[in-house]
């Protein structure tokens, strides 16, 4: 009797299932608490938007598995550890801070699993520590910033103080400007780095800055920190005399408006802002907009096209693990950032850059593109990648 | 730079202006600590309400309505968390109600994510303390002048308040020896009661004013706690004298070690603890003897 119900049961199973075959479990792994929660929610949207719009025509359901990694590396290697054993993903997507994708790196990449970065820029993670299972569809600290030096030098800026958080982000992205700015003929007069997340105060580096001789700061911040700094440095009224430079998460639409006016004016680069000039960003600005009611930031762009990519892979044929990994690393499309593909010598995205000022605009702040810089692939960086399969 | 006077005043205003914020926090816990023996490590989280207690009444009628809506409200949650969760923690050791504020901190930290969201919010400085003011032959944003004249003026009502009344007396008396101030007829639980609340109301002052020069995040309350209990640690538990020395010592050495020393900012201060620590476990101007 006993065997007879579990014939039965399998029978039944084995006729549901077919559908299941072409189901692909996908394991978000995203800070949906922390300091970061606001860049988790913002990737989450972007991806689920992708998945929905280019995903309903490829035969395939996702399903998605959502992990918060609160920002804590320990914690998102349990949860990662938790998709790729317990739930068994196909593919993840998601990391937001390089501590944390440092941290699952080899579990990543010991367990095949392909693994779509959708934010952490460390340049290393696509550099000595590659791996071809991790393809990165963000950007890297040492890309948003190179294009930057020669730039700035071409507009006639000779002398430059430079001030970043201190840590391995702050220092790469500082660096990556300072190489090709020097390069140029440049001249960089000071170099501070502040304790990370622990200045409050920036007014003892103004004024460091205010008298170094400078002709312009170039300097890396974001979240808490980028609001604090900006609003300080137009307090100590440095904008006139000394123009402000940076990185683009400087005055990111995330979260401008704190910023308030202080960050008009303000000129950074970025792969992406919301102003861009072309039809698939002005869909997917549009998209977005409907389904959260904000401005996309470079945050939901990462997610989205981490979700395309994603799709893009799937439509080649990929099904599993193996097949998905080596169709992430061959993907290129025209995205709302413009065109887009992944350099097979270290799976980083490559993209052009956008030089963009911080305007008011009808409705609060907004970004003037003031120039296109053409993408460029990253030095290999000690990456040694096995070619790319067919 | 280093033979330009008015780089080092600027510096000089840096400092004094980081101190008083400072201050601000840090006497309210000094003085709750004093008197009631209670470690209340939520004392961050207060200042970050404050802050967002102050944004949302910004938003709706500008700095000034913020800037007295602020303390308010923050002392209203003082006396919630005073009747409901401080009172019946007082008999305890300092370990529970250690372990008590501290997760107090991490409750009300999503709590403040919750009603406002993870993004960062602004208030926006009033015209009248926005722009610049010369001073002594520099420029200096008229805003941190503000803080540094909000501060002084603070530490001298308290001053008055602590030696010249009678409320001052019985406080002084009750942080001395409270039994025997009870025995004289003094309403010990009250006062405690009082005390917290104007602790609280600061906490929510400094809170609001930080808001225009920092952002308003939900982390922001984490991160002043561990300058804050520097502060009162290295000028000694309990005292007005204390607070105002420590403010002062944490913000000059932050200050001027990040322009000398930059390599050992961050290292800086907690030497200084350390040294505190080991040749005046106590700190500099202890409340009791």
Redesign the interface.
């Known amino acids: 009797m006993k065997r007879a119900i579990l014939a039965a049961l399998g029978l039944a199973t084995s006729l549901a299932l077919p559908a299941a075959a072409d189901d692909l479990k996908v394991g978000l792994l995203l800070p949906f608490?922390g300091?970061y929660?606001?860049l988790g929610?913002d990737i989450e949207a972007g991806f689920t938007l992708a998945l929905d719009e280019f995903g309903s025509d490829t035969g395939v359901t996702f399903d998605v598995v959502r992990e918060d990694t609160e920002v804590k590396p320990p914690v998102a290697l349990g949860k990662a550890k938790k998709l790729i054993l317990q739930d068994k993903v196909d593919v993840m997507a998601g990391i937001v801070s390089s501590g944390v994708l440092g941290a699952v790196r080899d579990m990543v990449h010991g367990a095949g699993v392909p693994l779509i970065v959708a934010n952490a820029g460390n340049d290393d993670a696509t550099g000595a520590s590659c791996s071809p299972f991790i393809t990165r569809m963000s950007f890297s600290n040492g890309q948003v910033n190179r294009p930057m030096g020669t730039w700035m030098y071409d507009q006639g800026i000779r002398k430059v103080f430079t001030l970043a958080p201190?840590y391995a982000a702050g220092r790469q992205m500082i660096d990556g400007f300072t190489q090709t700015f020097t390069a140029a003929g440049g001249e960089v007069v000071g170099q501070?780095?502040?304790?990370f997340?622990?200045t409050?105060?920036f007014?003892?580096?103004l004024?460091?800055a205010k008298?170094?001789g400078a002709d312009a700061v170039y300097v890396f911040y974001a979240?808490?920190e980028a609001?604090?700094f900006v609003?300080?440095y137009d307090?100590?009224?440095l904008k006139a005399e000394l123009p402000l430079y940076g990185s683009g998460f400087l005055t990111s639409p995330?979260?401008v408006?704190?910023?308030?006016?202080s960050a008009e004016g303000v000129i950074t680069a970025l792969h992406y802002v919301p102003t861009i000039d072309n039809p698939a960003n002005a869909a997917f600005v549009a998209a977005f907009k409907a389904k959260t009611g904000r401005v996309p930031s470079e945050f939901a762009v990462h997610g989205y096209d981490a979700g395309r990519a994603l799709v893009t892979a799937v439509q080649t044929g990929a099904r599993d693990r193996e097949t998905l990994a080596a169709a992430l690393r061959k993907v290129s499309f025209d995205g709302p950032r413009g065109a887009l593909s992944i350099d097979p010598a270290t799976n980083n995205i490559v993209q052009p850059i956008y030089v963009y000022e911080t305007v008011a605009g009808d409705d609060g702040l907004t970004q003037k593109v003031l120039a296109q810089l053409p993408a460029e692939a990253d030095p290999v960086n000690g990456c040694a990648m096995p070619a790319v399969s067919n | 730079?280093a033979h330009?006077p008015g780089?080092w005043m600027?510096?000089a205003l840096?400092a004094l202006?980081?101190s008083m914020l400072l201050f601000l926090l840090s006497i309210g816990l000094t003085v709750i600590f004093g008197l009631m023996h209670f470690v209340n490590l939520a004392h961050g989280s207060l200042y970050a309400l404050g802050a967002y207690f102050g944004a949302s009444a910004a938003a709706v009628g500008g700095f000034w309505l913020g800037f007295f809506v602020a303390p308010v409200a923050v002392a209203g949650v003082g006396v919630l968390l005073y009747s409901g969760l401080i009172r019946r923690m007082r008999k305890s050791g300092p370990m529970a109600q250690v372990l008590v504020t501290f997760g107090l901190i991490f409750a009300l930290l999503?709590l403040t994510?919750l009603f406002w969201?993870?993004?960062?919010?602004?208030i926006?400085?009033p015209q009248i303390l926005a722009?610049?003011t010369a001073l002594l032959g520099i420029?200096y944003?008229t805003?941190?002048l503000f803080i540094i004249g909000l501060g002084l003026s603070i530490f001298a009502a308290l001053a008055f308040v602590l030696s010249r009344t009678q409320i001052g007396a019985m406080i002084r008396a009750g942080v001395d020896n409270d039994a025997m101030a009870a025995c004289l007829g003094i309403n010990v639980e009250r006062l405690f009661f009082i005390v917290f609340c104007v602790g609280c109301a600061l906490a929510g002052l400094a809170g609001v004013v930080?808001a225009?020069?920092?952002?308003?995040?939900p982390?922001?309350g984490l991160?002043?706690l561990i300058p804050t209990l520097i502060v009162i640690v290295i000028g000694g538990l309990g005292s007005l004298k204390g607070a105002v020395a420590g403010s002062l010592i944490f913000g000059f050495v932050?200050?001027?070690g990040?322009?000398l020393a930059?390599q050992l900012?961050?290292v800086l201060i907690y030497a200084l603890l350390a040294a505190v620590l080991v040749i005046k476990p106590v700190g500099l101007f202890p409340a009791k003897g």
């Open positions: 608490s300091v929660a606001a929610n201190d501070e780095f502040t304790p997340q622990k409050q105060d007014g003892p580096y004024a460091q008298a170094s979240g808490g609001i604090s609003k300080q307090s100590f009224g995330l979260y408006n704190a910023e308030g006016p | 730079m330009d780089f600027l510096q840096n202006q980081l999503d994510r969201g993870d993004l960062a919010l602004a926006q400085v722009g610049r420029e944003p805003y941190r930080a225009p020069l920092l952002s308003v995040t982390d922001m991160q002043i932050q200050t001027f990040a322009v930059p900012a961050s």
